[in-house]
């Protein structure tokens, strides 16, 4: 059975937040908020937690997971970032925007696209997320909440605790998410392209809808 932590959206309780963060290091999934929807992550170099999350998500290897990260200097270690890409993630971060880029060595091979070699990154802009990731000290490995056979996140923390509490080891309920999925941009080529309307502004990228 997960454990259950209620905190507050804008004020959590560190005392929580560690008991997550201790049961995350640990090998758990955890189901937490961020500014888009909730999200199941675990640890990024555990293979095990990586191969559970995709199970519980009902992906496979080619289903392109998300490094969540506290800032912009953490998510350069993980992806190769020209000045172009750095301007550019900069105006939109942190944000409700995942951004495909290339994956340097720091990212574990099996946890990348198996044959781009590319990673999905975004830095969240949800206190509950950033305190999460400030305690673990790293980025955590991340996919939205969407049961399988389903195409909505779930945004209800009781039928999240429901339909999961024998799935996770930990719920972070924070209330109600947006329920809306990121923007998502291909990064890779000479300009960016857009993968996914989702919540973020596109005018802020320079895209257009």
Same mark, same amino acid.
């Given at each position: 059975?997960?454990?259950?932590?209620?905190?507050?959206?804008?004020?959590?309780?560190?005392?929580?937040?560690?008991?997550?963060?201790?049961?995350?290091?640990? &090998? /758990?999934?955890?189901?937490?908020?961020?500014?888009?929807?909730?999200?199941?992550?675990? #640890?990024?170099?555990?293979?095990?937690?990586?191969?559970?999350?995709?199970?519980?998500? &009902?992906?496979?290897?080619? #289903?392109?997971?998300?490094?969540?990260?506290?800032?912009?200097?953490?998510?350069?270690?993980?992806?190769?970032?020209?000045?172009?890409?750095?301007?550019?993630?900069?105006?939109?971060?942190?944000?409700?925007?995942?951004?495909?880029?290339?994956?340097?060595?720091?990212?574990?091979?099996? !946890?990348?696209?198996?044959?781009?070699?590319?990673?999905?990154? @975004?830095?969240?802009? #949800?206190? !509950?997320? #950033?305190?999460?990731?400030?305690?673990? /000290?790293?980025?955590?490995?991340?996919?939205?909440?969407? *049961?399988? /056979?389903?195409?909505?996140?779930?945004?209800?923390?009781?039928?999240? @605790?429901?339909?999961?509490?024998?799935? !996770?080891?930990?719920?972070?309920?924070? &209330?109600?998410? *947006?329920?809306? *999925?990121?923007?998502?941009?291909?990064?890779? &080529?000479?300009?960016?392209?857009?993968?996914?309307?989702?919540? /973020?502004?596109?005018?802020?990228?320079?895209?257009?809808?």
């Amino acid at each position: 059975m997960a454990q259950f932590f209620d905190v507050h959206p804008d004020n959590p309780q560190p005392r929580l937040l560690k008991q997550a963060v201790a049961i995350i290091a640990a &090998g /758990g999934i955890a189901a937490i908020p961020t500014d888009s929807s909730y999200a199941l992550v675990c #640890h990024l170099d555990d293979k095990a937690a990586a191969d559970n999350l995709r199970r519980i998500r &009902g992906v496979d290897d080619k #289903h392109h997971l998300t490094l969540l990260c506290r800032d912009l200097s953490e998510l350069a270690s993980y992806a190769k970032v020209d000045n172009r890409q750095f301007r550019l993630l900069k105006t939109a971060t942190p944000g409700p925007y995942t951004f495909l880029l290339e994956a340097t060595k720091e990212v574990p091979r099996r !946890v990348s696209h198996p044959s781009r070699r590319t990673i999905g990154l @975004r830095v969240p802009d #949800h206190r !509950v997320t #950033h305190d999460l990731l400030d305690l673990l /000290g790293q980025p955590l490995l991340g996919t939205t909440l969407i *049961p399988p /056979g389903e195409s909505e996140p779930l945004n209800d923390c009781d039928e999240i @605790r429901e339909r999961y509490e024998r799935l !996770v080891q930990v719920i972070v309920a924070a &209330g109600p998410c *947006p329920a809306e *999925p990121t923007t998502v941009v291909d990064l890779c &080529g000479s300009d960016p392209v857009l993968v996914r309307a989702g919540r /973020g502004d596109l005018a802020t990228l320079g895209l257009e809808g």
